[in-house]
């Protein structure tokens, strides 16, 4: 026994910043940022914390499942920008939504979304639970070097959440951790231990952003052809695939590898930018609200980022 994705929900802030508008604050264009990355605008908190976010998802998300807090066994979340680094969001989340149950969270940075499925899976295979909620929330703009336009203009804040319950929907996955801190990281807070040594880092977002692309673009190759293969299927028994949000350029290079068509990528960064954590259950949640899911449907979710850790995971809807 594993589960089935029962309700799914999302929040995105009210604040939407164009290119042009992040133009007026570093040196870069509309024009680059589109054929670059294929961003038009994102979403940028403003009076909304992280836990605010992934509150209003998982809300949300219960609502669409009709699943109340109160029958919930588990809460995972993840974040690499929450508001504390302890308690964690899973935490806030289970306070706010008046859940009772065991909530932690995981930090696997742009893949952790898959992740935590993984990890719900275990604890519906041992029976363990009956209902689980999910949450990936991101305030990466916290985290983002606004002097920086490597990075700033690729970022976005919002959080998706589902509601999983006893089923079969979760029917194959496959994960991948190459340990590295060169390419991606996002120091602590450096502190201001009298006795401390080491070199302070910026805590912003690090990354080398085309070292960051060629990893991207083969794991996802690797791991969409890997459970494809595995599974006995081709691309025409997927309804969409759904990729995290990094760089509209990276999925393009990708179907192209993969000979798939790019429309069976489903794609939302032009209108939200990378939310990390948080792309795959937003895009989850556009997806179901549009009407643009049946049950039975096959999707093949694909995730990468820090670590650098990568996953996929196939469902059936
Ligand atoms: O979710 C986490 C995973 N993250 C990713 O997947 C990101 C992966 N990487 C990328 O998406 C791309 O590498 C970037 C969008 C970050 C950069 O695009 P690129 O085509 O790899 O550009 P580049 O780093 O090679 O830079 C090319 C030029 C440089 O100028 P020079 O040295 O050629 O004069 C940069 O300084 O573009 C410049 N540049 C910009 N110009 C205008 C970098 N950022 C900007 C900008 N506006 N925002």
Redesign the pocket.
Known sequence: MNFRITGTGSYLPKRIVTNNDLAKI????DE??QQ??GIRERRIATDETCADMAVSAAESALENAGVRADELDLILTSTVSGDFVSPSTACLVQKRIGATCMAYEINAA?SAFLFLLETAAGYFARGKVKKALIVGAEKLSRILDWKD??TC??FGDGAGAAVLEAGDGYLDSTFDVKGDDEV?RIPHFHGSSPFDETEAEEPYIH?A??E??KF?VSSITRDVKLLLERNSLTADDIRYIVP?Q??A??IDTAARRLGIPQEKFYMNIDRLG?T?SASIPIALDELSRAGKLERGDKLLMCA???GLASAAALIRW
């Open positions: 570093v040196e870069t264009s680059w940022i670059r990355i742009c336009r490597s203009v690729i991606l990354m952003g085309q960051t692309f991207a995290h990094a760089n350029r990276i990378n990390s990468f980022g820090a």
